[in-house]
């Protein structure tokens, strides 16, 4: 297997490497390629995968300053990924497909080395790529996280109580689905404002202590404004269950941002799991958790932590004394949505069934 020192040069990429970085070095992947073409549906992680036993710690290896780690727009489809060993250290290096006709740059010119291509003495064959459009390669499957990014998931439980209600549907109906039409009192808003409906938030539990640590709000739908009063007249756009008289409604903001790179915290981290969206006991790849730490500890989003089952205590069965197991690996998730004391990730890989009450912790 292959394996290079984790020294980082220019723009004091050391900051972000983390404290994993300093004490073991980077592996390659089984059969890394010396190149590779970005195509459309790839992400980061998965770019970087190709390259690396260890997807996050793709900055180790990209030149890349602080503000692009944290807002990578810089992978198109078309672009070449090359994993340059032109210098001491391994790099993963972009570059430009040449143009056919005769217009690429000679290896070494000016306009080489300002596309970033590698250097002369590792020339590569020209590439050929169909011209797709130009949207950059995101660090995930957008898709996954975008309903999470614009929804207030956490909440206050009592300022919830203010939020405008259902108070009456079309025609009496108990429920509506999408179409139907709400009477809402409380809602300030123009015609054809959008909204997102909320049932009454449900408390988060400490592992530990059984004491909430936050209320999660559970969205149930969206619906537009179409015409103002008291009551205001609502039309259903979207359900995930019924809705009904007494659940809340709250402006609709727009999504986050969904491009950011994974990285280790800066900070010491130990957490658990509380929960798994939508409330199932277990969850594996590509599902969202929440764990009961967040900014206060220093995490932000993009952050990457390992997922860890518990140590657990077993009786030795000769002597019958308690033996003390440690916890093995179980796998990574990628932090979207920070609050103050919870924070939402994507579970990017697992070895098997994650839990809540499972461990996180700096990866």
């Given at each position: 297997m292959k394996k290079f020192s984790t020294q980082v040069l220019g723009f004091a990429l050391a900051m972000f490497a983390g404290t994993a970085s300093a004490s073991q070095p980077v592996e390659l992947a089984k059969d890394a390629p010396d190149k590779y073409v970005v195509v459309k549906g790839d992400t980061l992680w998965s770019i970087s995968g190709k390259f690396l036993q260890q997807p996050w710690r793709w900055p180790d290896i990209w030149q890349l300053n602080r503000e692009q780690i944290a807002n990578?727009?810089?992978?198109?489809?078309?672009?070449?990924?090359?994993?340059?060993?032109?210098?001491?250290?391994?790099?993963?290096?972009?570059?430009?497909?040449?143009?056919?006709?005769?217009?690429?740059?000679?290896?070494?010119?000016?306009?080489?080395?300002?596309?970033?291509?590698?250097?002369?003495?590792?020339?590569?064959?020209?590439?050929?790529?169909?011209?797709l459009a130009q949207e950059p390669v995101p660090t995930v499957d957008a898709h996954r996280i975008e309903p999470f990014l614009s929804r207030p998931l956490i909440v206050d439980e009592l300022a919830m109580q203010a939020h405008p209600r259902i108070v009456a549907t079309q025609d009496g109906r108990v429920y509506l689905g999408r179409g139907g039409l709400a009477f809402v009192r409380g809602a300030n808003g123009e015609p054809g404002s959008d909204w997102h409906i909320y049932r009454r938030a449900h408390p988060l539990l400490d592992p530990d202590t059984r004491v909430p640590i936050a209320w999660e709000?559970?969205?149930?739908?969206?619906?537009?404004?179409?015409?103002?009063?008291?009551?205001?007249?609502?039309?259903?756009?979207?359900?995930?269950?019924?809705?009904?008289?007494?659940?809340?409604?709250?402006?609709?903001?727009?999504?986050?941002?969904?491009?950011?790179?994974?990285?280790?915290?800066?900070?010491?981290?130990?957490?658990?799991?509380v929960s798994v969206y939508r409330g199932v006991a277990q969850a594996g790849r590509n599902n969202v958790i929440a764990v009961n730490v967040g900014a206060t500890n220093g995490l932000a989003v993009g952050n990457v932590l390992a997922i860890k089952e518990r140590d657990r205590n077993v009786p030795d069965r000769e002597t019958g004394e308690p033996i003390r197991l440690p916890g093995q690996p179980i796998g990574h998730l990628l932090l979207f949505r920070v609050f103050d004391k919870i924070a939402y990730g994507l579970i990017m890989g697992s070895s098997r069934d994650v839990a809540v009450g499972d461990d996180v912790t700096n990866p």
């Amino acid at each position: 297997m292959k394996k290079f020192s984790t020294q980082v040069l220019g723009f004091a990429l050391a900051m972000f490497a983390g404290t994993a970085s300093a004490s073991q070095p980077v592996e390659l992947a089984k059969d890394a390629p010396d190149k590779y073409v970005v195509v459309k549906g790839d992400t980061l992680w998965s770019i970087s995968g190709k390259f690396l036993q260890q997807p996050w710690r793709w900055p180790d290896i990209w030149q890349l300053n602080r503000e692009q780690i944290a807002n990578p727009h810089l992978i198109y489809p078309g672009d070449v990924v090359y994993l340059d060993h032109s210098g001491g250290t391994p790099r993963l290096r972009l570059g430009k497909p040449v143009a056919t006709g005769g217009g690429g740059a000679a290896p070494g010119s000016d306009a080489a080395l300002a596309r970033n291509d590698p250097p002369a003495e590792r020339a590569q064959p020209r590439v050929r790529v169909e011209q797709l459009a130009q949207e950059p390669v995101p660090t995930v499957d957008a898709h996954r996280i975008e309903p999470f990014l614009s929804r207030p998931l956490i909440v206050d439980e009592l300022a919830m109580q203010a939020h405008p209600r259902i108070v009456a549907t079309q025609d009496g109906r108990v429920y509506l689905g999408r179409g139907g039409l709400a009477f809402v009192r409380g809602a300030n808003g123009e015609p054809g404002s959008d909204w997102h409906i909320y049932r009454r938030a449900h408390p988060l539990l400490d592992p530990d202590t059984r004491v909430p640590i936050a209320w999660e709000a559970e969205f149930v739908g969206t619906a537009r404004m179409e015409r103002q009063g008291d009551p205001s007249t609502m039309r259903i756009t979207g359900t995930t269950e019924e809705v009904g008289p007494g659940d809340r409604l709250v402006p609709a903001d727009s999504a986050m941002p969904v491009n950011y790179a994974p990285r280790p915290p800066e900070a010491a981290v130990n957490g658990r799991i509380v929960s798994v969206y939508r409330g199932v006991a277990q969850a594996g790849r590509n599902n969202v958790i929440a764990v009961n730490v967040g900014a206060t500890n220093g995490l932000a989003v993009g952050n990457v932590l390992a997922i860890k089952e518990r140590d657990r205590n077993v009786p030795d069965r000769e002597t019958g004394e308690p033996i003390r197991l440690p916890g093995q690996p179980i796998g990574h998730l990628l932090l979207f949505r920070v609050f103050d004391k919870i924070a939402y990730g994507l579970i990017m890989g697992s070895s098997r069934d994650v839990a809540v009450g499972d461990d996180v912790t700096n990866p």
